[in-house]
């Protein structure tokens, strides 16, 4: 009979048990403890007749069994074997386990790399044609569609090699460009986003997608931030990482930013012609800091700016100051905000006039 299935009394019959009870560090006693931590639903026979068992030897202790057969021994390894054996069931159902999160695993990039594609920005085409500027240098651009880019200082705007009636109209930009984009669209188009390729006119410049039919805007993405400032008409913005996705549709004097430090798109009301002002040959500032204008300098004319006081920093400036060179308007600025500006070479430093 198998020890599973033993009473009480079979217990008590059982020569090997006994030996376990008179002897529990005997090779019997061993072997039955072993088996009865496997085997916890037989405990409470087991001990019913352990405590039977004691309570004789106690009231006669017996010798040993003369005869601890080898075979009954050998039945009761053969019941403790299988159950010290590796715990094959908990192993496979680690494998299970196991493979099952590998596969929920390998489902979710499945998904990722679906809604990345879906969602990352239209790549280049294979064959593109670049127009650059240089530093304090404007270049002014008309694409096959008939719009027209001017491209600020030390910026470049990359676009298809060819352009066909049924192909997409896209440019990327660094830097900074003042748009006015030819309308295609043959009857009014509600949704800018949803309308037909051909149509579209979009500018790619850092994560944002600029989608207009056909207007004027400046953009500038450069030192970790991007502005759109629209001039007229409407803009659809765009802003798309890995996991999310945001809109806005821009109305004639808003600005859209988004920057390293502040990703998310924000929007305010501006006079859009400060900010297309030099496209026209000047600066205009409005209560500007000298922190953006310092920037200006690097961006429009490629020069290390530095100040000796950070108090220089919060000064504003107001006014309109030619941008045709820079040796110009380092000495416009130092006039404004009275301070001493000292140009070496490439490298520009404020601090106060003495």
């Known amino acids: 009979m198998e020890f599973t299935r033993y009473s009480v009394n079979d217990f008590l019959l059982d020569e090997s048990f006994q030996a376990y009870v008179a002897d529990g560090d005997s090779a019997a006693g061993l072997g ?96 593109t044609v670049r127009y650059t500027s240089g530093a304090g240098q404007q270049r002014t651009v008309t694409l096959p569609d008939g719009s027209v880019v001017v491209l600020n200082a030390n910026s470049t705007l990359t676009a298809a090699a060819r352009w066909t009636a049924t192909s997409p109209r896209e440019v990327w930009l660094t830097g900074e460009g003042y748009f006015r984009v030819t309308h295609l669209a043959p009857r009014p188009v509600a949704d800018i986003a949803a309308a037909p390729a051909p149509v579209k006119f979009v500018v790619h410049a850092a994560d944002l997608s600029i989608a207009v039919l056909g207007t004027q805007f400046d953009v500038n993405s450069r030192a970790g931030a991007t502005k759109v400032v629209l001039t007229s008409g409407k803009v659809a913005v765009e802003r798309q990482t890995l996991l999310t996705r945001e809109h806005l549709l821009m109305q004639p004097g808003d600005l859209v930013e988004t920057s390293v430090a502040q990703p998310h798109l924000s929007r305010r009301a501006v006079p859009s012609a400060l900010y297309s002002a030099w496209t026209r040959g000047f600066f205009e500032f409005h209560q500007t800091p000298v922190r953006d204008i310092m920037q200006l300098l690097r961006d429009t004319y490629g020069l290390r700016v530095s100040v000796a006081d950070s108090a220089i920093l919060r000064q504003r400036v107001s006014g309109a100051v030619a941008v045709t060179k820079a040796e110009l308007l380092l000495p416009a600025l130092a006039e404004i905000l009275d301070l001493q500006v000292t140009r070496t070479g490439n490298t520009v430093r404020f601090e106060q006039a003495r």
């Open 32 to 127: 039955w403890q072993a088996w009865l931590r496997e085997h916890p639903a037989k405990q409470a026979e087991a001990a019913q007749a352990y405590a039977l068992v004691r309570a004789l030897y106690q009231a006669q202790r017996p010798a040993l069994p003369p005869g601890l057969e080898d075979a009954e021994f050998q039945r009761l390894q053969q019941a403790i074997r299988p159950a010290l054996a590796p715990p094959r069931l908990r192993s496979q159902r680690r494998l299970r386990v196991l493979a099952s999160t590998l596969t929920t695993m390998v489902l979710l990039m499945a998904l990722g790399l679906a809604w990345w594609q879906w969602q990352r920005p239209a790549a280049m085409p294979s064959a």
